[in-house]
């Protein structure tokens, strides 16, 4: 089992581009869940689906954040357009079940310039 | 406001000792897990206590449960120099057909060899 993979480590973009995070999740696991980890806020749950569907988004900060979930290998997370305050690092994580252990992956550290 | 909170913020300790971290939530909840993350990667599981269990263990692990005071702790025995980390409580409650699991700041454990 590759666990979750979220290939990108680190990005660096400049501020008012789009930015994309990409994650898979542990095959077999129905749900998939966003987080953002800065020093300020600690880790934060962005966003959250269940067999592909976005249950609760009340964690996305702004507009500019969006996220999707076309299949049940394959996830994004979308900032258009980015701001260095958005420069933290992205978390994917997955479970079979909410109330279950979540199994994160390496995360992708975001640097917005 | 993030459910739960970890004390001490940071704790340094010599190898071979036991270290004690703490977690205060504020409203109730279904389960509460503990996660350790190493610089720079994601976050691991450790062990998942439910709001019906006092007390649960893991190899040098204990994790002990109080609802009536909503707060948990965690025990690592013997600790060695690789339980270098930070350590997460994350307390989950659901309702209005959402599921939420909220992680505290982290308590960050030095264990000096």
């Known amino acids: 089992d590759a666990g979750v993979i979220q290939s990108t480590r680190h990005e660096v973009t400049e501020m008012g581009q789009e930015v994309t995070l990409r994650c898979k999740p542990i095959?077999?696991?129905?749900?998939l869940f966003w987080y953002r980890q800065t020093m300020m806020r600690g880790l934060e749950l962005l966003i959250y689906f269940n067999n592909n569907v976005p249950i609760d988004d009340s964690g996305m900060p702004e507009d500019r954040f969006s996220a999707k979930m076309p299949n049940a290998s394959f996830s994004t997370l979308k900032i258009q357009p980015s701001e260095p305050r958005d420069s933290a690092v992205y978390f994917c994580?997955?479970?079979?079940?909410?109330?279950?252990?979540?199994?994160f992956g390496p995360g992708t550290r975001l640097t917005v310039l | 406001s993030q459910q739960g909170e970890e004390d001490p913020q940071a704790l340094s300790i010599q190898e071979g000792e036991n270290a004690t971290m703490n977690c205060s939530y504020k409203?109730?909840?279904?389960?509460l897990q503990w996660y350790r993350q190493n610089s720079g990667r994601g976050l691991v599981h450790l062990i998942l206590?439910?709001?019906?269990?006092r007390e649960k263990h893991s190899g040098r692990l204990r994790v002990t449960l109080d609802t009536s005071k909503k707060s948990s702790s965690l025990l690592i025995t013997a600790s060695r120099a690789a339980d270098t980390a930070s350590y997460f409580c994350a307390t989950d409650y659901s309702g209005a057909g959402s599921y939420q699991l909220t992680f505290g700041k982290g308590t960050k454990l030095s264990v000096i060899p």
């Open positions: 409203t109730s909840i279904n389960n």
């Open positions: 994580a997955s479970s079979s079940s909410p109330y279950n252990e979540q199994f």
């Open positions: 206590i439910r709001s019906n269990e």
């Open positions: 095959s077999g696991h129905d749900y």
